[in-house]
């Protein structure tokens, strides 16, 4: 549903109205042209209730934001002595209640109100969300539970019991109240809190993790990875995950060094396939006076997810790292896992003294059954610096794959190289839709297509 733009003569109490209809609707788009139109963003509904709280019981965080952002109070006192971000914390959701907390809520509100807020949601974890909706619905019914998402990237569960519904984030949002009022919780009992589910996809899990990677002091740091010798999995599991999110997230700390160390000491005693390879892929990207020597150490592990993880570290921007790199390299390219070979052939493409070896190693991974292997080799294969006929041929044969990607890639290449299949090529892709709108090879198929279409106009 559309609101448009039609009201700019429209007077004080309309534009509240085309609010509360663009609020009930889900239109975050619309109700922020509203607001800056001069709607009010603390507009009641029928009920007296604050447009803001509408968004909460429909758990619209897009449009909560677009509320919050526009100026609606989150700590307006309502009728039952509530207010909006109560309401937030009160209905579970991690989203919903990012989005109303707003800037700064440590200035923002006196002691009290934090300690109150706090003690919900600690209140709602600790009891759980199916036990607390029976205490208040006086039900001992079984509680109804779905998986549903919450916010662009987290799904969550969401439990009704009698006739009341709450989703079940409120780990993840005590976790967050506690960082937003600077509330140092220990880090064993915040690990603790993130392993509950055993789920690393899980919203307490990623909060957690999120808000420790911000404590940038070398307390925090040492106290998380003192659960490395943890006898349960998943705590370790949990630490290599927090050593990865700093890694992707962080530009860098002032304890490099001893991180660097305590991931060379890791790799060297840990045992377990998996675990090792998440180990070696964040290792990867520090620096350690040993660090070719130890990846070399991994290049014939019986495990294919170690395997893989070794030649991004065997690769400086340039070329391999030393003769011995180069020759695992070799070795790589002729691996039994095809994951391996595709990563060691992307890498060593950009040295013309393996491009020989590394197009006769991509070739026949063109073939292969998975078309997920398929296409990053034509992807490959596309951006090869490699333009001998024999690059070109086996693009053109990657246009008769059933995979439409695969195609894609293929044509791409051709394309690059300017090769006379290249009109053929962008048939054989066939139509694509909106999702690659902003793709680089449909945006280059598309060019060339233009100037073959308009010559000496380029």
């Not at 509240?16 to 603390?42: N, Q, T, Y």
């Not at 919450?150 to 976790?175: C, F, K, M, N, P």
């Not at 570290?313 to 390219?333: C, I, N, Q, V």
């Not at 490959?380 to 695969?406: E, F, G, H, K, W």
Request: with cysteine.
């Amino acid at each position: 549903m559309s609101f448009g733009t039609g009201d700019g003569n429209m007077g004080k109490e309309g534009l509240d109205g085309r609010l509360r209809s663009a609020v009930r609707a889900g239109d975050a788009e619309a109700v922020r042209h509203l607001l800056d139109r001069g709607a009010d963003p603390d507009a009641v509904d029928a009920n007296g209730l604050p447009v803001l709280c509408v968004a909460v019981a429909a758990y619209d965080d897009a449009v909560a934001e677009a509320l919050v952002e526009g100026g609606a109070d989150p700590d307006r006192v309502l009728p039952d002595g509530t207010t909006p971000l109560w309401r937030a914390v009160d209905g579970g959701s991690p989203a919903v209640f990012s989005a109303v907390l707003g800037k700064e809520p440590r200035l923002r509100l006196a002691k009290p109100a934090r300690e109150r807020l706090l003690a919900l949601a600690r209140s709602w974890y600790e009891t759980g969300t199916a036990e607390e909706l029976r205490r208040r619905t006086g039900t001992p019914v079984s509680a109804a539970t779905a998986r549903v998402r919450d916010g662009e990237y987290d799904w969550i569960d969401q439990v009704s019991v009698g006739g009341l519904v709450a989703r079940a984030g409120h780990g993840a949002i005590l976790t967050s109240l506690e960082w937003a009022f600077r509330v140092l919780t220990p880090v064993d009992e915040l690990i603790a809190r993130a392993v509950e589910h055993r789920d690393e996809e899980h919203v307490d899990w990623s909060t957690v993790c999120w808000i420790l990677s911000r404590r940038r002091s070398f307390e925090t740091w040492s106290a998380v990875v003192a659960h490395r010798h943890d006898p349960d999995r998943v705590n370790r599991w949990f630490v290599a995950d927090y050593l990865w999110r700093r890694e992707i997230f962080d530009t860098g700390s002032s304890y490099e060094k001893e991180e660097s160390e305590f991931l060379a000491a890791w790799a060297a005693e840990e045992t377990d396939g998996q675990m090792l390879a998440k180990v070696l892929d964040i290792f990867t990207g520090h620096d350690h006076p040993d660090h070719e020597a130890i990846f070399l150490r991994y290049a014939s592990h019986p495990d294919p997810r170690v395997r893989r993880e070794v030649p991004y570290a065997l690769w400086m921007d340039h070329g391999p790292r030393s003769p011995a790199a180069r020759a695992a390299l070799l070795t790589l390219m002729s691996d039994p896992d095809a994951e391996v070979r595709l990563r060691a052939c992307t890498l060593s493409m950009r040295d013309r003294g393996l491009l020989q070896e590394t197009t006769r190693a991509l070739l026949p991974l063109g073939e292969a059954p998975d078309a997920r292997v398929r296409g990053a080799a034509a992807g490959a294969l596309a951006v090869s610096p490699d333009r001998t006929p024999v690059v070109a041929n086996a693009l053109v044969a990657l246009l008769d794959d059933d995979d439409q990607l695969v195609r894609l890639e293929a044509a791409y290449g051709l394309a690059l190289r300017d090769d006379p299949h290249t009109g053929e090529a962008i048939e054989r892709v066939g139509p694509l839709g909106d999702g690659f709108k902003d793709d680089h090879r449909a945006a280059h198929l598309w060019s060339w297509r233009w100037r073959k279409e308009h010559p000496g106009n380029e």
